[in-house]
């Protein structure tokens, strides 16, 4: 569109534009007062307390560092634990390339 047709149609749509424009305005409004409202009652609702205790119980529970001598005994009561339950495949070695006319044989 050239600059004077645009112009022009700017001119004749200017109230559509503008409707347009404040549905949009408004829209976002209404999102941003309801985040607004979540936020609110979610801090009415907060119980700082309840937080605390919270955090010193998932502290407690926390699982103590193991030294270098208690894993290893851990990986040898796994060991003899699962030694039983291993099954070895022996593999079979057989040729992987079966006798093809393209493959040269060898003299044995």
Do not use: C, G, W
């Amino acid at each position: 569109m050239k600059k004077h047709q645009l112009r022009k149609f700017r001119k004749r749509m200017l109230a559509l534009i503008r409707r347009v424009r404040l549905q949009r305005e408004i829209k976002k409004e209404k999102l941003f007062r309801a985040e607004l409202l979540t936020k609110i009652k979610e801090a009415e609702n907060f119980d700082a307390e309840k937080y605390v205790n919270n955090i010193f119980k998932t502290i407690d529970s926390k699982p103590k560092e193991m030294s270098k001598r208690e894993r290893f005994e851990q990986t040898l009561d796994l060991i003899r634990k699962y030694r039983s339950n291993t099954h070895l495949v022996k593999p079979k070695y057989e040729d992987p390339v079966p006798d093809h006319p393209y493959v040269p044989k060898t003299k044995e």
